[in-house]
């Protein structure tokens, strides 16, 4: 029996992927790639062409397993031959292959933070508004549904006047100081620590809530503690030094006069992936928990508490594409969000938000945080 199909719309092109790193992101970014045909029809089509790292053995197998046509071992060879170029490696990878990508015209996508100095990403920065091609920076937390429509009751105004932004990411995968040394634990490679991994992108939120009716972040204080000061190197006797924070906190203040309190720690007991954002504004108020990514509490002028909303309804930010409501999503959906929004931009020949810019101004604050705990003052922006 034949089957004739009516035709589809078929998307107009085919980008080729060039991607560098194939741990965490690499499969967090090759899930989303696969999942856009199925649920994001109207995206680019991508072919998954070429996957780069530097141990052959590994990286084959990662290709084999997230289905890239081929592997390199020298991002150099490809970062012009490919329609967009993913850097998903360490920190102190993002600078070079990044900008280089840049330089060739390739549109270009870096995990977070931008770099591992100030200086780096002021470099990556000013590679991306030189190239004018879209360029974004892997802040994923912002294609969470529940953070989108926050974003909306913020800027019409539901929460009225912001007074507070208060942002906790707590993990707890250091708390054990025998747990082994890796380049998140080293400043050269990574920058900071806790600050860079996880208030980058809690300081990206305040960011993106806030930016439109508070404001910028005009300066900090900030405190940085490591607890650990060497861990064991795994698989021999030696030990290396811990250079990098295991936990910060920072105050803010906003343009507007808001406020904002941050933590993050690697060493908080009992929380795994515990990212919480809280903002009271003079009619309302509204919290979020990473954790339980499908709700937000909320509370509206004249409310005597929060109420739970499940934002898994069809009209809720990228919900239609995925289940009927109350059918939850997960972290990996953020990514698909996030390469939906980055591809689509490629495509259109539009800038990504958010952008190598905002990976800047992200870098801005961590770097003033630093700087007002080495010099015990305030700093401003
Ligand atoms: C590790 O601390 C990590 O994977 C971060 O690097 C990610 O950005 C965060 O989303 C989860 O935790």
Redesign the pocket.
Known sequence: MSVISAPSEQPAMTLDIGMLGYR??GKAHANALDRLPMFFPEAPAVNKDVLVGRDEDALADAADQFGFDRTATDWRAIVDEVDVFYNLGPNHVHAEPSIAALEAGTPTFC??PLAPTLDTAEEMAEAAADADVPAGA?F??RFVPAIQYAKGLIDDGTLGEIHHFRGQ?L?D?LVDSDAPWSW?NDAEMAGSG?LG??G??TIDLARFLLGDTAGEITDVSGHLQTFTEERPVEGSDETRQVTVDDAYSAQLSFDSGAMGTLEAS?VANGHK?A?TIEIEGSKGAIKFDLERLNELQVLTEGDRGFQQVLITDEDDPYVDHWWPPGHVIG?EHTFVHENYEFLSAVADGRQQEPSFADGLAAQRVLDAIEQSDDRGERVSL
Do not use: P, T, V
């Open positions: 965490f992101m995990e977070k892997a994923n937390y990411y993990q995968w998140r806790a991994d996880l980058s992108h690697r992936n990212h972290w």
